[in-house]
């Protein structure tokens, strides 16, 4: 709540892109469990993200989990 300035889970508020997108960064700088990777722009231009939150094992080893996921696919 204090980092998005709102009080997640009131009724009838919602964190807009930014504010999603500034959170999933500045829980990535925090911690080693969490990575946010930009695939690209949405059709209005925001960075469309992707965040990975796993073990410190799991995420050196992301690559690799990524492959085998893709062959499963």
Known sequence: SQLL????GAERVLADWAQITR???ELAAASPRVRVDT???TTQGRPLVMATITSPENMRRLEEIRRAQARLA
Do not use: D, P, Q, R
């Open 5 to 8: 300035g709102i009080e997640v």
């Open 23 to 25: 959170y999933f960064g």
């Open 39 to 41: 695939l690209g722009a």
